[in-house]
């Protein structure tokens, strides 16, 4: 599951996932975390008039034959822009440059492949999506404009979640007491209670337990309360000094309920 993206920040649909605020996931937990580079191109159809050679060596900058974050061919005939909303955060500045001018309607879907389908199927070739060049060569469509995305070091981070029952066994040896895992916990608080959310973080403190992140969800127990997750340096399986079953402990005072999500050998 895309957990987080370092030009756009929390992908929310998945935090909503772990939310799982009507309890039909008990069993799930986060084992695992991948990042991955991740480019983004502009797909659809070329113009007829459009010759791939020409459009490309002109659009080049510096005399790069495949440049990148430019058109390679004309977007005048383009009237739409599908994706998934976290591929539209982490290329703002291309399209505020060469779409937003256009009048160009931009479509959230359900995933960036989903949106390669639909600028495929679009008989009229007025369709174009913003994906995977991988996407784009499934779909047949053309490329464009590639590597369109604000930073170069644009990279997701994807949490790998099994069953909690499967996970028996399943850690490899520890290294580095404390610093080779990490663990997500979410948890609510009292809301009227002056210092409640301090009174949480300050457990893991006391601890000397790293946060690595803090996020929230509303609760929807009440408007404008909050779900917390709060992920941190060390894991159940490596807690050789009692430190993680201690914030545990500590959490069950003073926290108004809470879960544990996970844990899991870091990758960076």
């Known amino acids: 599951m895309p957990f987080e993206n370092s030009t756009h920040g929390v992908v929310t649909f998945t935090l909503d996932g772990l939310a799982d605020r009507a309890g039909e996931y008990p069993d799930i937990c986060v084992c695992g975390e991948i990042y991955l580079d991740v480019h983004h191109f502009l797909l659809g159809r070329r113009p007829p008039s459009s010759s791939p050679d020409s ?3 002109s659009s080049g900058r510096g005399g790069e034959e495949n440049p990148k974050g430019v058109p390679l061919a004309s977007l005048s005939h383009i009237r739409r822009v599908y ?11 291309f399209q505020a440059k060469y779409l937003q001018p256009l009048g160009i309607e931009f479509i959230d879907v359900s995933s960036t492949s989903r949106a390669a389908q639909l600028a495929a199927a679009d008989p009229k070739g007025e369709s174009a999506a913003i994906a995977s060049e991988l996407a784009g060569r499934e779909a047949g469509l053309d490329v464009l404009a590639r590597w369109v995305e604000d930073r170069e070091d644009n990279t997701t981070r994807f949490f790998v979640i099994r069953r909690k029952e499967t996970t028996e066994g399943g850690y490899p040896p520890p290294e580095e007491e404390g610093k080779r895992y990490k ?5 609510t608080v009292p809301h009227r209670q002056p210092g409640a959310l301090a009174n949480v973080l300050d457990c893991f403190r006391r601890r000397e337990l790293n946060l690595t992140s ?11 309360q909050y779900l917390f997750f709060v992920e941190f340096e060390g894991g159940r399986e490596d807690d050789h000094e009692g430190r993680i079953s201690g914030v545990l402990e500590d959490l069950e005072k003073v926290a108004e309920r809470w879960r544990w999500l996970g844990s899991w050998r870091r990758k960076r």
Do not use: D, K, Y
Not at 183 to 187: D, G, I, P, R
Not at 214 to 224: C, E, K, R
């Open 55 to 57: 459009e490309q060596r």
């Open 83 to 93: 994706s998934h909303p976290q591929a539209f955060g982490q290329t703002a500045r």
């Open 183 to 187: 663990s997500l916990v979410s948890f």
């Open 214 to 224: 803090i996020n929230s969800l509303p609760s929807l127990v009440a408007p404008f």
